[in-house]
């Protein structure tokens, strides 16, 4: 395992935010943009479905694609949609939730670096909650405080969406919020019985890595694991409980994957040792 590198750490960055930029045509690059407002402010009503088995498709082909144009013809050719139309739109969807940072961005290079499903999976998870409100809010809201295995009823969501969206809210989004969950792994369903909450068993190598990416992609940083649990970023992984997370930063500390993780008196605090170049170049696991 690396050794603990040695470098004087600074203040925690703020969790970084990138616009939204759909790839409207072959020709136009998927970028990031200055910042405007995060996903989670902006106003949502409908829903989309959450196209998972597609994301693994899209991240791949982002991966090993020369440039946009090369990507985009690739993908929309690999979709399985009959219809022209529904693939160019499902496309345009899984750019902003997955490579809104371009085809050479953090899933695109993890993917590269690691190619293991469970992390791709973990992390295309945590992007689509990232820039999906409704659905972020229904995990951290609504399921983060149920018990793994229990049955949940068939009202439980009319009630959050109904607050959410301000009034009763129609057939189809109660439905799609419900198969969504499923696609994502939190829920599941046998025949003629309710939904049940299932465990999702996140990789700690997805948490490490969405630790430096969000909060020291470029230099090394000491971060209070009071602001790294405000992000929700390890809610939309499947973790649930903060006892975890410390339990992962204290594996990560033992396997010199961070240069130190302190709780004592006030302190409760972890200081990186790699950037995120660093980390994927070396293939860092926990």
């Known amino acids: 395992m690396t050794a603990k590198m040695r470098k004087k750490p600074s203040t925690p960055d703020p969790p970084r935010q990138h616009e939204l930029v759909l790839g409207e045509s072959s020709s136009k690059a998927?970028?990031?943009?200055?910042?405007?407002?995060?996903?989670?402010?902006?106003?949502?009503?409908?829903?989309?479905?959450?196209?998972?088995?597609?994301?693994?498709?899209?991240?791949?082909?982002?991966?090993?694609?020369?440039?946009?144009?090369e990507f985009s013809k690739a993908l929309i050719n690999g979709l399985t949609q009959n219809s022209l139309e529904t693939r160019r739109r499902y496309s345009q969807s899984l750019s902003r939730w997955f490579l809104h940072d371009g085809i050479d961005g953090f899933l695109p290079r993890v993917w590269r670096a690691y190619e293991d499903d469970a992390i791709l999976l973990d992390l295309l998870r945590y992007s689509y909650l990232a820039h999906e409100p409704i659905l972020a809010a229904c995990v951290a809201e609504c399921l983060l405080p149920l018990e793994n295995g229990i049955a949940i009823p068939s009202t439980y969501f009319d009630t959050f969406l109904a607050r959410k969206l301000g009034s009763a809210p129609p057939r189809d989004t109660k439905k799609r919020l419900k198969i969504n969950l499923k696609r994502l792994g939190f829920l599941s369903?046998?025949?003629?019985?309710?939904?049940?909450?299932?465990?999702?068993?996140?990789?700690?190598?997805?948490?490490?890595?969405?630790?430096?990416?969000?909060?020291?992609?470029?230099?090394?940083?000491?971060?209070?694991?009071?602001?790294?649990?405000?992000?929700?970023?390890?809610?939309?992984?499947?973790?649930?409980d903060p006892s975890v997370i410390r339990q992962l930063l204290r594996q990560a500390d033992a396997a010199g994957v961070v240069a130190k993780y302190v709780v004592a008196d006030q302190l409760d605090q972890v200081t990186t040792c790699f950037s995120e170049d660093e980390i994927l170049e070396q293939k860092v696991r926990i």
């Open 30 to 69: 998927i970028r990031p943009s200055r910042a405007r407002a995060p996903a989670a402010q902006r106003e949502q009503r409908a829903l989309q479905d959450a196209l998972i088995t597609e994301g693994v498709l899209a991240v791949k082909l982002a991966a090993k694609s020369l440039n946009v144009d």
């Open 189 to 240: 369903r046998a025949k003629g019985q309710p939904d049940r909450l299932v465990p999702i068993n996140p990789t700690g190598t997805s948490f490490l890595l969405l630790l430096h990416h969000l909060f020291a992609a470029k230099e090394l940083r000491t971060v209070e694991v009071r602001a790294l649990l405000a992000n929700p970023f390890w809610i939309y992984l499947g973790f649930k």
